[in-house]
C-alpha cells in the first residue's frame, strides 16, 4: 500500500505565475496533467482549468485567467518529460484545439492498466487497487461548470485529487508491465494516442452525427439540415449546450413529422421559445422546398452477405481471438481488431495487405500475424 500524498496545491491565474511554473517543471522526469472543460454548461465548450502534478506539488492552472498557455508547448512536446494522463483521449483533443498544443512522451494510466489484465480501469478503481485507499469522486462537482468563478474549494480539491496520484500510478503499472514484457505494447499504444488531434465537424455533413438521421428520408434529411444550423446558432449566440437548444431527438421528430406543430414539444414552452419556435417551422418550410439528401452510404454497392466458409472462418478467429485474450488475461479486443477479422474471413487472401492496415500495432502483427495466417485456407 502507498501512503497518501499530502502535496501542496497552488493556484495558478496569471502569466508571472505560469512562466515560473514552467522553470519548476522543466527540471520533472514526470508530470501529471488533466484538464476541466464546461461542455455541459457552454458552448462552444472551453478548457476551464489544467492540473498538472509534480513528485513535490499541485497546480491548478486558471485557463480562462491566464492567456498565454501557448508556453506550455516545449514541456508538453519535450520527449525527455513523461507526461501522465488517465483517459487521456479527450484532453489531448481539447489542448490541440484551443491552443494547438501537442504532447509527446504520453503515459496513459487507463490504457497501460488494460494491458496489465486490470479489469476496472475508472481513476478511482485503479487508485483503490494498486494504491490500496479510496478517492471520492464527486459526480455533481465532475458536471458542474468549470468557467464558473470563484472556484469553490471543493472544486479545487476536486480537480486536484485527478492528478494527485497519478505518477504513482504510472511507476506501479511500468513495474507490471516491465514484468510482463508489455511496455513496447503499451509505447506504441501511447504514441498513437498522442498523435490524435482535434477536427473540426465538416458543416456541410454535420447533421449527420445526430442518431436517427439515417432513417429519415431524402426530405426529412434536408430539414434536419436547416434544423441542425439553426441549433448551432441559437446554441453560440446563447452560449448554452446544443442540446438544451433543441433536443436530439427533437430534432428527428420534427426533421420527420413536418406538420409544423410544435405544440407537443416540451422544449418551446416556456415564452422566451416563441422566437425559436418561429424559426423552427420557417426551417422546416425551406426545408420541404430543398432538394432530398441521400445518406453518404446511398451510392455504395450493399455489402453482401457472408458466405458459409466466410462466417464459419470468422467463428474460427473469434474463438481463437478469446482464446488467446484469456491467456494473456487482456481484453479480446487488445489481441485483433474484430473489424479486421471479419474483413479476413470475407477475403483471406487479402491477410498480406490487412496485417498491415492502420488498425493493426506492429506489436500485434509480430506477435500474432503467424496465428492468424494458420487459420487461412
Known amino acids: ?6 502535496l501542496p496545491v497552488q493556484f495558478i491565474e496569471d502569466s508571472i505565475e505560469i512562466t515560473d511554473l514552467v522553470s519548476i517543471l522543466n527540471d520533472e522526469s514526470a508530470v501529471a496533467l488533466d484538464t476541466e472543460s464546461n461542455s455541459r454548461h457552454g458552448y ?45 483521449d479527450y484532453d489531448i483533443r481539447c489542448l490541440d484545439r484551443q491552443w494547438k498544443l501537442r504532447i509527446r512522451s504520453l503515459f496513459d494510466t487507463g490504457v497501460a492498466a488494460r494491458f496489465v489484465g486490470i479489469k476496472h480501469t475508472g481513476l478511482a478503481s485503479l487508485i483503490k487497487e494498486l494504491l490500496g485507499f479510496d478517492i471520492i469522486k464527486d459526480s455533481k462537482l465532475q458536471k458542474g461548470d468549470w468557467a464558473v468563478r470563484p472556484l469553490s474549494e471543493a472544486a479545487l480539491r476536486y480537480a486536484a485529487e485527478d492528478v494527485r496520484y497519478l505518477i504513482e500510478l504510472k511507476n506501479v ?19 498513437r494516442l498522442a498523435a490524435i488531434q482535434y477536427v473540426a465537424p465538416n458543416k456541410e455533413t454535420a447533421f449527420l452525427s445526430v442518431k436517427g438521421s439515417y432513417q429519415l428520408d431524402g426530405q426529412g434529411r434536408a430539414i434536419l439540415k436547416r434544423l441542425f444550423v439553426l441549433r448551432e446558432e441559437e446554441a453560440y449566440r446563447r452560449n448554452i449546450p446544443p442540446y438544451y437548444v433543441i433536443p436530439h431527438e427533437a430534432l428527428i421528430s420534427l426533421a420527420s413529422d413536418r406538420s409544423v406543430d410544435l405544440n407537443g414539444y416540451a422544449f418551446l414552452k416556456h415564452g422566451r421559445n416563441t422566437q425559436l419556435g418561429r424559426q423552427i417551422q420557417a426551417n422546416i418550410v425551406a426545408g420541404l422546398n430543398d432538394p432530398p439528401i441521400d445518406p453518404p452510404f446511398a451510392h455504395y454497392p450493399a455489402r453482401t452477405a457472408m458466405s458459409r466458409a466466410a462466417t464459419k ?34 477475403c483471406p487472401d487479402s491477410f498480406h495487405v490487412e496485417q498491415h492496415d492502420s488498425e493493426i500495432r506492429r506489436w500485434q502483427r509480430g506477435m500474432f500475424a503467424l496465428e492468424v495466417q494458420s487459420y487461412l485456407p
Open 44 to 88: 462552444p465548450e472551453k478548457v476551464c482549468l489544467i492540473q498538472i502534478a509534480t513528485s513535490s506539488g499541485i497546480y491548478l492552472v486558471d485557463s480562462l485567467a491566464v492567456n498565454d498557455l501557448e508556453i506550455l508547448e516545449p514541456l508538453l512536446n519535450n520527449p525527455s518529460i513523461t507526461k501522465v494522463m488517465h483517459g487521456s
Open 173 to 191: 503499472l511500468l513495474e507490471r508491465l516491465a514484468n510482463l514484457g508489455r511496455d513496447g505494447w503499451v509505447k506504441e499504444e501511447f504514441e
Open 313 to 346: 472462418l470468422l467463428n474460427q478467429l473469434k474463438m481463437w481471438r478469446i482464446a488467446r485474450a484469456d491467456e494473456l488475461n487482456i481484453d479480446p479486443s487488445l489481441v485483433w481488431s474484430m473489424a479486421s477479422l471479419k474483413r479476413i474471413s470475407r
Open 1 to 6: 500500500m502507498v501512503a497518501k500524498r499530502r
